[in-house]
């Protein structure tokens, strides 16, 4: 058997371009219904962070490790060896943001799972970018799915600590990976060297009941040394690989490409986590708020002249009045501003008939 595929894939789907992304968003929008509360849903996936922070600081010390014997990491592990302090700060940032109030006032998705929509959304978005996050494509996403249905402020302003949850998922994902192939690269070490000393003379020599790509490949490379105590291991290699259809370059060519993919990924998600770290998230939420592109359009302009801190207590307002769904408070917004139009329009007939 040749093992091909880890449990846990990373969050990687068809790369969209910004036109797609937007049509994934608006269809997403129109499957996803919200149903409720997470009630429960905090439990679940602050439970998954620290198993993700804890699988990669396992992934990380392992490595270190490894690379401070004198061993070689393939490219993605470096991205992780150079930002691991990243990751444990904006893992630390996602406990500190979303606190059991909050978090509890998020709607959920359909399904046993119980994932906020917002998290379900990141989900898609990550899958879609290759983990690589933008301002415009993050804004594009979010003002398309919000074409079909409007989001409430607390779900935008739960947005950073959705995606940060996301990509920390795909990191752990994508450690796990790097983790595995690390290990079957020291198995396949491990077998060459006690056929080179000798302590192997099993004929034909015993080769893993599943054969990993990374393994092959380091037997692969190894035999590159061309020392005839290893001519064996190949015919070995050779015959399983031939039964499963397959050639030991084949399948170290899609060793290579996993790697280099990986990397890839590893580097975007790394990258989209520091992204997220430095964005102006209050400056974001406004541009793509719904209800702050309703309150903006009151007649006498008074509401964009406002500082952050007034404009946030005029939000709050049309939070305490409206249902808590997006569409609710759009409503709100929309009757606030009209009523002020209609009452300006009403003070300025009596100074004219004066």
Known sequence: MLKHVPVDEPLRGELLNVERLEERARALATGLAASGRSRFGRIVLLRRLSENLAALRHVYQTIAGDVHRGESAEPGAEWLLDNFHLVEAEGAGIRHDLPPAFYRKLPHAPGKERRPRLYVMAEELVAASDARLDASR??????????????????????????????IENLR??????LEASEQRALADRLVAARESGEDRADPPVLPAILHPA???????????????????GVALDARLEALGTNPEEVARSEHQRQATDQVSTGNTITSLRFCAT??????????????????????????LMDFRSRDRYRGAVEELAIPTGEGQVVVAQRAVDLARGAGATVSFDVNHR
């Open 138 to 167: 993050l804004s594009s996403f979010f003002l398309a799915y919000q074409a079909v249905t409007p989001l409430p402020l607390g779900e935008l302003w739960a947005s950073p600590s959705m995606l940060r949850l996301a990509l």
């Open 173 to 178: 994902r994508l450690a796990g990976r790097i």
């Open 215 to 233: 393994f092959v490949a380091e037997v692969l490379k190894r035999l590159g040394e061309y020392d005839p105590k290893l001519t064996p291991i």
């Open 279 to 304: 964005l102006d998230w209050t400056r974001w939420v406004e541009s793509v708020s719904h209800i702050d592109m309703v309150l903006r359009n009151d007649p006498a302009g008074v509401y964009s």
